[in-house]
């Protein structure tokens, strides 16, 4: 399983721009990169989840390299709100095992 | 659709008594269930997976024990509780590369 290595934190202000990256640079050619967001006391959300280029919903943008050793969360115009612990996985998508290791994640605090 | 069901959200619990946490999936078959871990301020642990009935594996040699007697049900149990095994437990099942979470529960061993 690739591993992943993010910033411990990261400070913002309502309505900036966010982007958090995360470095995965033994990834087989096989796995996925999927992002999760997690408040206090609660499990982890899945946000987003993309394999190359750019992928983007109505909450996030995921951005991947093409060597694929990277990623980068992008968060449009964060509020309150979105401070929580955001996490990157790397994994086979359909694999046998998937194993679903998280890593510390990013804590990612908005202020006003 | 998919719901999972872990409980009970807070328990307290002392120093060597037993402990039996329960988790149950409906909407889905032969998922891949887990059971992770976490410490306050601190990352996501993965204790326990299971990929089927029967099927359990550890991840951190620790105090603690998993078992699936059924499809969609996971437990998490222990003999003894330690201090140490005080945290916020979560019960996931997966698809793919996508988790999905129950909401937890906050074990207290004093």
């Known amino acids: 399983l690739a591993k992943t290595t993010q910033p411990i934190s990261m400070d913002s202000y309502e309505g900036q721009e966010v982007n958090i990256t995360c470095s995965h640079n033994?990834?087989?050619?096989?796995?996925?990169i999927t992002w999760y967001q997690q408040f206090p006391s609660q499990g982890p959300r899945f946000i987003i989840q993309g394999y190359k280029t750019k992928v983007t919903n109505e909450v996030a943008s995921l951005f991947i390299p093409a060597d694929r050793k990277s990623s980068t969360l992008s968060l449009p115009r964060v509020s309150l709100s979105d401070t929580a612990v955001y996490y990157c996985l790397v994994g086979e998508k359909g694999g046998a095992t998937n194993k679903l290791i998280f890593g510390t994640g990013t804590l990612l605090a908005v202020q006003p | 659709s998919q719901t999972i069901h872990q409980w009970p959200a807070t328990l307290v619990q002392p120093v060597g008594s037993p402990l039996s946490l329960e988790c149950t999936v409906e909407g889905t078959s032969n998922p891949n269930l887990y059971w992770y871990r976490q410490a306050a301020g601190r990352g996501l642990q993965l204790l326990f997976y299971s990929v089927g009935i029967g099927q359990i594996s550890s991840e951190v040699p620790q105090n603690l024990s998993a078992s699936r007697p059924q499809d969609r049900q996971f437990i998490l149990s222990s003999k003894k509780l330690l201090l140490s095994d005080s945290g916020f437990y979560l019960c996931?099942?997966?698809?793919?590369?996508?988790?999905?979470f129950g909401q937890g529960t906050r074990l207290t061993v004093v």
């Open positions: 996931a099942w997966g698809l793919n590369t996508e988790a999905f």
């Open positions: 033994n990834i087989a050619t096989n796995d996925y």
